[in-house]
């Protein structure tokens, strides 16, 4: 860290020392009071410090605002983000902030409220964004089942019970479950077919496995 031996204001040698004080920096409106470190001169009175202590009070008055309100923090999203491996497009796909919006906040600014309180909502309930994941990705991509199976995972629903979602996406199927007999179209045959052994279950009825063919639109 650069240390001053001499003011920059008036050229005074020796006449630095390095104190601690209490700023308000403005967030959101809000004046959010920060402890830190500054020098200040004692012949001319004047109060400076290296850029990056500036930007160190901003972002722990950013800090500060986001635990007194519950606000995500960068640290906490690209958490979320890697553990699902989403990228920012797949995030903007799913809750619709823009691409650039969340950028900004993977680099410290603030999520306005609305968007503070939808990311709040997918990272602490997965059922949320299991809803929203299934509205947007419309991908059967092996990415995309793989990223599905963890979300359905986090809320113990059995990859068994969710297949027809899961594995077969847009692919026309029918399960009955009470009369025991499963119907697929013709469309899920072709040419490098991907054989999954499933096995269907449902309260009071019995349990079957079945081999069934599938082609699972990249």
Not at 68 to 90: A, C, T, V
């Amino acid at each position: 860290m650069f240390e001053f031996s001499f003011c920059p204001v008036c050229g005074e040698d020796n006449s630095v020392e390095k104190i601690r004080i209490t700023k308000e920096i403005p967030i959101r409106g809000e004046k959010i009071k920060v402890e830190g470190e500054v020098y200040r001169c004692s012949s001319c009175g004047e109060e400076f410090g290296p850029l990056e202590d500036t930007f160190d009070f901003i972002e722990n008055a950013r800090q500060i605002y986001r635990n007194k309100y519950n606000i995500p923090s960068p640290s906490d999203i690209k958490q979320f983000m890697g553990e699902y491996n989403f990228s920012l497009r797949d995030m903007e796909k799913i809750t619709g902030i823009a691409f650039k919006t969340m950028d900004r906040y993977l680099k410290g600014a603030i999520p306005d409220p609305s968007n503070a309180n939808l990311l709040k909502t997918i990272m602490k309930y997965p059922e949320v964004l299991l809803d929203l994941f299934d509205q947007n990705i419309v991908s059967n991509s092996p990415k995309y089942i793989k990223i599905r199976n963890k979300i359905l995972h986090k809320i113990k629903i059995p990859f068994e019970q969710d297949c027809t979602s899961c594995i077969f996406g847009n692919v026309a199927s029918i399960i009955e479950w009470k009369s025991e007999k499963i119907e697929y179209s013709d469309e899920i045959f072709s040419k490098n077919i991907q054989k999954w052994k499933v096995e269907f279950s449902a309260p009071k009825e019995k349990k079957w496995k079945k081999d069934i063919i599938d082609s699972l639109v990249a």
